[in-house]
């Protein structure tokens, strides 16, 4: 069955140490995203990526990084710099995000929680 | 103003209520609305799409009113297993496709 993979499921870290978030896909989606979620609020765009190769800031970009090296995999590196890095990290595609109106919508991974302490 | 908003949570109904959601959006240039559901601490999934006309999926209804700008969920016959919070989504077209969730209204449904 096609999908897209998160992990691990939970994660905790030290303050001040990078950690990288893993997510892959199988569903052949050009385009994949990284959200994070904190309670009582909506979901916030972190990076996104329409195509290989290349990747675009979100709404809240500062304290992370991302790499697209392959259709597949889009991992998400919380960095040192990020302030506030404990939340759940949700990993989504879609196969035609230019497209509209009614494209296909968002398929999720089913999240990573990082704790930092 | 945030660009979507939903209705504060959370709802308690009984079951077998008939309860209604809305969700506003701010900018007109919008043209793709959803709505997912969301289970405590699991990813959000898609539960509709919402159509100009409106469409319905069973006991689901959803509504958009470009006018007024908002989207509606309306569930009929709410059963236990709706609890869950939902999520308004809205599609900015004239950025690349980013989409916009709102913050979630959650549903709880009691026997």
């Known amino acids: 069955d096609g999908g897209i993979t998160q992990s691990p499921k939970y994660l905790f870290r030290k303050e001040g140490q990078n950690v990288t978030l893993s997510c892959e896909q199988n569903?052949?989606?050009?385009?994949m995203y990284w959200y994070r979620q904190d309670p009582g609020q909506g979901l916030r765009l972190i990076y996104y990526s329409q195509i290989v190769n290349d990747f675009q800031k979100g709404d809240i970009a500062e304290g992370y990084s991302v790499s697209r090296e392959k259709k597949e995999s889009f991992p998400l590196t919380v960095t040192s710099a990020q302030k506030n890095p404990t939340a759940f990290y949700l990993c989504a595609s879609t196969s035609d995000a230019w497209q509209g109106p009614y494209n296909s919508p968002l398929h999720f991974g089913n999240g990573t929680r990082l704790t930092v302490t | 103003r945030k660009e979507v908003e939903q209705d504060p949570g959370p709802f308690n109904v009984p079951e077998g209520a008939t309860v209604a959601f809305n969700c506003t959006y701010s900018n007109s240039a919008s043209q793709s609305f959803f709505w997912y559901r969301q289970d405590c601490r699991k990813e959000p999934k898609l539960l509709m799409s919402v159509y100009s006309s409106g469409n319905e999926d069973g006991r689901f209804t959803a509504q958009l009113n470009r006018a007024s700008q908002y989207i509606s969920l309306l569930i009929r016959d709410s059963k236990l297993s709706d609890s869950a919070t939902y999520l308004c989504?809205?599609?900015?077209?004239?950025?690349?496709?980013?989409?916009?969730f709102g913050q979630g209204t959650e549903l709880s449904v009691k026997p």
């Open positions: 989504v809205v599609k900015k077209d004239n950025q690349g496709g980013k989409l916009i």
């Open positions: 569903l052949n989606h050009d385009a």
